[in-house]
């Protein structure tokens, strides 16, 4: 059952098929969607991570600047790719909002989870293994669980199937 309505089309750009087919989305377009999305994300992520440590800042502190930079940082890398096809700002935010909110909340769910989790990780210190091991292991594992949820939000022309119409 296809689920594309109308009213999701953003700028009147359009899903140039060949990117999703009536019965699925590839897991390598997924993967790809992910890994695009993962890269905005670990840049905030570990920015977040290594100035909250650095910083001495509680836990949760760095927690919630890790995801608030992954936010940032995620949406900023769709927007460059938006604005080099000559949107308008305004535009590009709202496409990297559609295509990018769901994806990069699962992605940091799963990531500050993790590292959270890993006994003693967060209070690791920069020059800890333990640090490093559990942040790429936490990124990792938020690319595993996010790239179904990426796979079938672009076989609903929605995340990143919004980007692709304007590449």
């Known amino acids: 059952m296809d689920h594309h309505a109308p009213g999701h089309e953003h700028g009147g750009a359009h ?63 769709t927007m460059r790719g938006v ?8 535009q590009a935010l709202k496409v990297a909002l559609a295509a990018d909110t769901l994806s990069i909340a699962v992605m940091e769910i799963i990531d500050n989870t993790a590292m959270v989790s890993i006994p003693g990780a967060m209070d690791a210190g920069l020059a800890n293994a333990l640090f490093w091991v559990s942040l790429a292991g936490s990124l990792a594992l938020a690319f595993v669980i996010t790239t179904p949820v990426n796979r079938w939000m672009i076989g609903r022309g929605k995340g990143h199937a919004v980007v692709r119409a304007y590449h």
């Open 83 to 90: 604005l080099r096809a000559g949107v308008p700002v305004r």
């Open 15 to 77: 899903d140039h098929s060949g990117h999703t087919t009536r019965g699925g989305t590839s897991w390598r377009m997924a993967a790809q969607a992910t890994l695009h999305c993962l890269t905005g994300c670990a840049i905030g992520e570990v920015l977040g991570m290594v100035i909250g440590t650095a910083a001495g800042l509680h836990n949760g502190a760095t927690v919630a600047l890790s995801i608030a930079l992954a936010f940032v940082f995620g949406y900023a890398l």
